[in-house]
């Protein structure tokens, strides 16, 4: 394709895909087990942003609308959006097109994490038994209590980061079954530990962790969305001013160190970057697969060479957006878990790649 | 009098020189891989490193562009131990062209040509027009202008090795290593390449298995056998019937070239040892004996 075309296709697509960016919100806020039409979300929005006091029928409306519904809107972007950032890096950085935070074991290994610290509370080791690890929101979002469930998290995600590149042994080429044997071994690993764990804690605790590894936007409030914004928001700046640095680790380690990047401290600090997106993510929404493998490749194949971070995160979070819609309304008045939805996808995108990868 | 005399003589060489390499080894769990190399280069001046497989040919480059760090010995660049650069600072300097690249490759020709800015670029800095026009220039260098936007999954391996030493071109080195740059190349490429390569007029160290196009190519070789190195200098210096015949284990005549006089080796075929249960290294008595009555053959 000639670039000028392809540069004309590609603005084309950026226009087209900040205009559905806007739309998206408010169209995603009228679904839901609530009848709350187009019409009523901006009404709420315009009473919202003016301060009119005078509704008492749409009142009921406008807390849905923003008690409930955007702030599970907005999870579910940055959850999609720092998914997808952490399956395009990981893929970079490993030069390997099959890697994802859920295959590479990063997922299982926060949700182990984030499932110890879990059982600690609830045992009331730290004199917190109330309920589950989401009502913990009534708390400013960084005071220690909500910060626990994330930094178990990531401790259990850097620690099966660690465990995968010790297992398949990186620097070496062409490592790509390896590296993903070693995550599928990885992520069994926790997996039985997590059941474990789940295994001798009390059946309340046992089910409401069940339903939070599915993953689901379901709990989302605005204190629990901060960190994750602030995470994902920050991993993505830092993500766009290493990018050339990256691109050159795609060129294999002996390259990427003769252009001058110091290959292992760059790996490594990206590794730890994505579990830490992921660890926040599992922490406040729970295990959602595939998504980071998904949507690099489709931007990839949208966009062959560019590695637009910033639009791999949008759609990343654009597409969450709407699978949790889907989640939603899919049973009528039953919400389903967003994982459940993202892995019967992911599994057939996964034997879509294997099948045509070159 | 005479000593300043010889203080100037002294800068006026060590100006002139490129790089030098005193005395360094390299080991892996004890195993020498390459054993106390010497050798030193002018600037402007293309060194072909030649040698049998396994002979440390792709160490010796490693160790040249700072992948491994030798076990012993120091190498100098412009008058500066390399272990002092800093690594960005290093690769705005020393350029290189590997043989391969990872399967999973997702970039077009300018794509990979513009990776070579990346020592040159800060964290917050972008694409110029002037890095553009760079960039632009460098693929038509190397013939790819028409082919600069297609994926590099699609080029030939001609075509990428072009396009890899565009990426290096880009980098704009002092002194560019390529590791094998002739391999899988047809004829016509081999010479393109490596003319190219020398149209550049930087300071270059390719190793090359063709000993006919390091002849012809190169100003100095280095020959390596067992990590050693068996002998240096111009390539008729280095490419005689008695140390090709002992590295290589082959039978040869060396004449001089029709066209520029250089050193053309030519073979004999037939008098191989083909006993391959022994190392390939150590001549057996029966390689002996075929190299003696090589001679005389050749003689007669």
Known sequence: MSPVKDQYRYRLFLCLLSLFAALSPIAAASFGAANISFHDVIQAIGQHLSWQDNAQSSGITERIVFELRFPRIVLAFVAGAGLALAGSVLQTVTCNPLADPYLFGISSGASFGAVLVFSFLSSGLFNLTQGTAMSLGQLEWWSWQNLLLPIGAFAGASLSVLLVLSLSGLGRSSQIERMLLSGVATSFLFGSLTSLLLYFSSPQATASVLFWSLGSFAKANWT??????????????????????????????ETAHTLGVNVAKLRLNMLLLCSLITAVLVASCGGIGFVGLMIPHCVRLLFPGRQPMIVTAIVGGLFMVWIDVVARCILGNQELPVGIITAAIGSVFFLFILRYRR | ???????????????????????????????????????????????????????????????????????????????????????????????????????????????????????????????????????????????????????????????????????????????????????????????????????????????????????????????????????????????????????????????????????????????????????????SPKAEQDSSLCDSEVQR
């Open chain 1, 224 to 253: 629990g969305v901060i960190l994750p914004s602030v995470i994902v928001l920050g991993s993505l700046a830092i993500i766009v001013v290493f990018k050339r640095q990256i691109v050159a680790l795609q060129a294999g380690d």
């Open chain 2, 1 to 283: 009098m005479s000593s300043s005399i010889d203080a100037v003589i002294v800068t006026s060489q060590s100006d002139n020189l490129a790089l030098s390499v005193n005395g360094i080894s390299w080991h892996v769990d004890d195993v020498a891989i390459l054993a106390d190399i010497s050798f030193s280069l002018n600037k402007k001046q293309m060194l072909g490193v030649i040698g049998p497989n396994g002979a440390g040919k792709s160490s010796l480059l490693r160790c040249l562009y700072r992948y491994i760090t030798p076990t012993q010995g120091q190498i100098r660049l412009f008058d500066q131990d390399i272990s002092q650069f800093k690594g960005k600072a290093f690769a705005t300097q020393v350029a290189v062209v590997q043989q391969d690249t990872p399967q999973f490759f997702d970039m077009n020709t300018s794509q990979l040509v513009a990776m070579g800015l990346t020592p040159h670029k800060g964290m917050f800095d972008g694409h110029t027009a002037a890095d553009n026009q760079l960039i632009n220039d460098a693929i038509q260098k190397v013939g790819l202008t028409d082919k600069a936007f297609l994926q590099y999954s699609q080029l030939s391996g001609g075509e990428k090795q072009r396009a890899l030493i565009a990426r290096a071109i880009v980098q704009r080195p002092k002194l560019l290593i390529l590791d094998e740059p002739t391999n899988h190349l047809d004829i016509r490429y081999q010479i393109q390449i490596l003319e190219l390569v020398k149209s550049l007029g930087i300071t270059v160290i390719a190793s090359i298995h063709d000993l006919n196009l390091a002849s012809a190519m190169c100003d100095t070789l280095v020959l390596l056998n067992k990590g050693r190195l068996v002998s240096q200098g111009t390539p008729s210096a280095v490419l005689t019937e008695a140390q090709i015949g002992k590295v290589f284990e082959v039978c040869c005549e060396v004449k001089p070239h029709p066209q520029h006089a250089k050193p053309l080796v030519n073979y004999f075929y037939g008098y191989m040892s083909h006993s391959l249960s022994q190392s390939p290294f150590q001549p």
